[in-house]
């Protein structure tokens, strides 16, 4: 789907603050690395290097990356790829879903001596001294997050890391890991389509001053409405599998019939779903980065240019309608047992 929309790429977005504890500060909207090299079909490593340039042209900075993606092919794609430019990017990567080489998934692993061996061998493969912001990407239920996260603190105090973030905590474990250490942003999933934050994390890490950065504002790309049959993705792309549910059988359907009713609005205000799917996010809080994923340059743009999407009260009421919390058919994953609850 190309951007045939009135609200084309400007020259550069808006900053945004994350954390309240030494701000963090990245541009409005953030860009997920993932599908560059895995999940999503076959990787571009030309075209993946390509959008993140263009991403830092328009002011897009906070780049999204973790060492299980690949499984490391993704780091060093981004290491490339910023070579010489790394005083224009917030750098951001993960580590706790362990990985060997050949991709076979080892666990979660919130250790003490794996985090300190996960962060080297990140700086390594992305060619730089420090870390922007270091998240844990799943909790191991098997470790106490004090420890994790006293792990983690050590490697702010020797310079190697900047900021600490947690991906897809509970409100209880990211207040035992902010007592520990200042927490500057949480990574969950957070969509039209995604909502179960609302409940009891947004207000905690409100009430601590944590930033939110959103993954899959788009659904996985549902919201887009440029995927009406998984069978027709690439081979190798996890969607059409069911780990995925929102995209199987009468659940799709369903879910269809909800991304109707957001192109309908979107045409009321002259853009694409899935750019008012991303500026509904972004209308949550000023303490909100969400970081698409694409791995093309013209998907990057259209996702930039949401953030000159103005939704007023009566265009959020009208989504609202339109796509109620809990209409969405099915559950984000297949097997939600990694998700801290």
Not at 4 to 18: F, N
Not at 27 to 53: P, Q
Not at 127 to 150: A, F, M, S, W
Request: glycine content about 10%; charged content about 25%.
């Amino acid at each position: 789907m190309t951007n045939t929309s009135t609200h084309q790429t400007g020259t550069t977005l808006p900053s945004r603050s994350l954390g309240l504890h030494d701000p963090l500060t990245v541009g409005a909207i953030g860009l997920g690395c993932m599908g560059m090299s895995e999940f999503y079909g076959t990787g571009d490593e030309a075209e993946a290097t390509a959008t993140i340039h263009r991403a830092l042209e328009l002011g897009v900075t906070l780049l999204d990356t973790a060492d299980m993606y690949g499984p490391f092919t993704n780091e060093r794609l981004v290491g490339a790829a910023i070579a010489g430019r790394r005083d224009e990017v917030v750098l951001a990567t993960k580590f706790g879903n362990e990985r060997a080489e050949d991709g076979t998934r080892l666990g979660v692993n919130g250790r003490p001596d794996y985090v300190r061996r996960a962060a080297e061998a990140s700086l390594q493969r992305l060619g730089v001294d420090h870390l922007d912001l270091y998240y844990q990407h799943r909790v191991d239920q098997n470790v106490p997050i004090e420890e994790t996260v006293g792990a983690m603190k050590e490697l702010v105090e020797a310079g190697k890391v900047r900021h600490l973030g947690l991906s897809e905590a509970s409100a209880a474990t990211i207040r035992r890991a902010h007592a520990v250490h200042p927490i500057t942003a949480l990574q969950t999933e957070y969509s039209l389509f995604t909502r179960d934050l609302e409940d009891e994390i947004l207000g905690t890490i409100r009430e601590l001053g944590i930033g939110l950065v959103p993954y899959s504002p788009l659904g996985r790309g549902l919201l887009t409405g440029a995927i009406t049959d998984p069978s027709t993705l690439e081979e190798g792309d996890s969607r059409r599998t069911a780990y995925f549910p929102r995209f199987q059988g009468e659940a799709l359907d369903r879910n269809l019939a909800l991304v109707a009713k957001v192109r309908e609005i979107a045409a009321t205000k002259d853009c694409t779903p899935g750019q008012l799917a991303l500026a509904w996010v972004l209308a949550q809080g000023a303490d909100i980065v969400p970081i698409p994923g694409t791995k093309r340059v013209r998907y990057l743009e259209e996702n930039v240019a949401a953030a000159s999407v103005e939704l007023t009260a009566a265009d959020l009421a009208d989504i609202e309608t339109a796509v109620p919390r809990g209409s969405v058919a099915g559950e984000r994953y297949g097997d939600l047992s990694s998700i801290d609850a």
